[in-house]
């Protein structure tokens, strides 16, 4: 444990990369303190600590910000090394980093595309997503989780797809994520949902999907000013 | 260690197999080169980079590790010697804060900037340079990024300090000279000066001739 240690999450309720920095601190044992911004009216302390991004999350320790969830989570486990979230060895770290950033660019981009495009990219979207799901489906198998038989950093960072892209699929009215084409990451969306650690910390999912429809709304919107 | 246990497979032309081939000089790593012919890419890079198929791939005792800053990290966490990153967690979470800034922010708008012209080519050049204000401020005291030494920010960043004239000759813009950026301008020479670097650049002839048939592609697609 780090002495005097004093933790603050500035956050959005219905941001997964939010959630996945609460899920590290809470996997770690940590105590912080949550503030909760308006992020159509950010704080000063906010803009303070993000002044290049201006989003959350922040983590500010001991009064210095990091700001990143993905820079957060390793930060988190480099600072408390009790309970390791990234594998031990540089090979298995080198891995893990890999499908987090295949998550976190490649996916998301597709998903962005199913979720707001209309048409040819949209379409565009759900097959690339497909095709995502698939590689990730093959790295599922014969493992409960990412990390092995416990969660760990991959499954923190591929967290947003067990939950949020179920919202997406809710709120933006498109199907990709298949039991029978991809049996082994459907099975970990529910161990990942069912473990402890994420079933009592998770957005209330009626919540998340009508915030997620108005934003869908309000993104159409901004395309249709623009035109 | 043998050079045969540690193999890269690149592309001549490829910033990001260069930001590998800098972190092993770095750490004084022996290894064995192999150019691939991306319209004709071998079996071996397919095996190796099923997910993007591209290059670099680093393969050491057999294991391939793909994305040049994953490869660095892992060459970093793996030889104890000659640090890229800093020892601090707070310092550490900064470079990798900084470097996801130049990749995210940074890069689209210098790119954009080199493939238009007219008013889309100006704003691209407004973006990227406030941009450089930042990186220019985070060089204040410092002779690289990573301090007295070239670090993991240096690295990714490197690959500026090339293509930059480049561009500048190309499309007869200033873009980091010593009057508006000061530090970075010293940071570019001082970087392709430096001993990890120096005789692991691409020919500048060959590049020039390259920038410029992108640049006329792209050009020639908005008529």
Redesign the interface.
Known sequence: MVPNSEVRLFGMWASPAVWRVEWALKMKGIEFEYIEEDVSDKSSSLLMYNP?NKQVPVLV?NG?P???S???L??ID??WNDKPILPVD??E??KA??WA??VDVKCREAARKSFFGEGEERENGIENLEIQLK?LDEELEGKKFFAGNSIGYTDLVVGWMAFWLGVAEEAGDFKAVNSSKFPFFTAWIENFLQDPLIKNNLPPRDKTVEFFRLFRQAGSCAKANVK | MEAEEMELFGIWSSPYVLRVIWALNIKKIKYKYIEEDLNNKSNLLLHYNPVYKKVPVLVYKGKPICESMIIVEFIEETWKNDSIFPKDPYEKAKARFLAKFVEDKLSPPMWRFFTTKGKDQEEAYESFTDYLAILERELEGKEFFGGENIGFVDILLGCMSYVVPIYEEITDFEIITKEKFPLLHAWMQAFLSSDIVRDNLPPRDELLYRYRKIREAFLSKDN
Do not use: D, G, N
């Open positions: 290049i320790h210095k990091i700001v990143e993905l820079v957060i390793e930060y480099e600072t540089s090979y770290r080198a980093r890999f950033t295949f590689a």
